[in-house]
């Protein structure tokens, strides 16, 4: 089976339009204040009405209150929820039976006992997806940095997972195969400059990503 592909950072129309054209499973969408990609949620709900029945659509957020998450929802569509900070699994379950939404679970990876972190959301996060850890204080993710792909190696996760953190189009093909991720997930390395995305790039990352088992 061909991989998936998740694009993250949309912020325009014409990027969703390449995103879907290059056959992206889904497209994902920031809220984090600090982030060059962050939406508002007036422009959340235009592009999320735009993918509609097109392609999924996943939300990020960083430790999200209920509150920012009542008005999201009353303003857009998702279907998914990525949480990218520290929420426990409780927290997790909290948001999946309050907003009936998927929970998609990122785990920030430096070490191999950061990896095994994710076995504490198998049952409760609806996927896994592993990031590379970024600085103390800097973005929690898109900051093109990649974490050793060895750390994988071994890998037993019995609940659907997935990779992020530093691909681009030049080694998505290398990363598929040195870790058998069965979804790749971009976000820097589909741009020109943070926060803005560049069509080539957007459809040679899809191009390799799904070649690479065909």
Known sequence: MAVQIKICGIREPRALEAVIAAGANFAGFIFHASSPRNLTLEEAADLTIQANGRIKR????????NEFLDELFA?????????QGSESPERLIEIRERYGVRAWKAISVAKRE???????????????????KTPPGALPGG????????????????????????????????AIKRTRAPL???????????????????????????????
């Not at 939300?59 to 999200?64: E, N, S, T, Y």
């Not at 950061?114 to 590379?132: C, E, P, Q, S």
């Not at 790749?184 to 690479?212: R, Y």
């Open 143 to 174: 900051m093109g940095l990649r974490f050793d792909w060895r750390l994988l190696d071994g890998l037993d996760l019995a609940w659907p997972w997935g990779l992020a953190g530093g691909l681009d189009p030049e080694n998505v093909d290398e």
């Open 114 to 132: 950061d990896v095994l972190r994710a076995n504490d959301y198998v049952g409760v996060a609806d996927f896994i997806l592993f990031d590379a």
């Open 58 to 65: 996943v939300a990020l957020i960083v430790d999200p209150t």
């Open 184 to 214: 790749v997930d971009v976000c820097s390395g589909t741009e020109s400059a943070p926060g803005v995305k560049d069509m080539d790039k957007i459809a040679a990352f899809c191009k390799a990503a799904l070649q690479t088992f065909a």
């Open 75 to 83: 303003s857009a569509r998702f279907e998914a929820i990525q949480l």
